[in-house]
């Protein structure tokens, strides 16, 4: 079972930028389809973005599209997300995921369907 451990959160204005990085231990990245989770305080985790083990098919929730990038390099074992023009609701912890399993519609955006979490990273954007 692959291993994942966040960084690159932190305290950031309205409007500016953080990048995320999720760092996976074994040789075996490569052949899991990765996705980013956020969950604000009293609220349950939801979906922000997916990229496939190859990195050529990513998804985003419509919250995030046009302002955060999801990317990956394998021969790092890394995975990031890049995200510009913060708003105080994009406020969370940031959480990465991994599966097997094809990304497919229906299941790419649910909780249940990754295996592998990291311990999350604390973004908060101030107004």
């Known amino acids: 079972q692959v291993q994942l451990v966040e960084s690159g959160g932190g305290l950031v204005q309205a409007g500016g930028s953080l990048r995320l990085s999720c760092a996976a231990s074994?040789?075996?990245?490569?052949?899991?389809?990765m996705a980013w989770f956020l969950q604000a305080p009293g609220k349950e985790r939801e979906f922000v973005a997916a990229?496939?083990?190859?990195?050529?098919?990513?998804y985003y929730a419509d919250s995030v599209k046009g302002r955060f990038t999801i990317s990956r390099d394998n021969a790092k074992n890394t995975l990031y997300l890049q995200m510009n023009s913060l708003k105080p609701e994009d406020t969370a912890v940031y959480y990465c995921a991994a599966r097997r399993a094809a990304l497919v519609a229906g299941t790419l955006d649910k909780v249940d369907a990754y295996g592998a979490w990291g311990q999350g990273t604390q973004v908060t954007v101030s107004s």
């Open positions: 990229i496939s083990w190859s990195g050529g098919n990513t």
């Open positions: 074994g040789r075996t990245f490569s052949t899991y389809n």
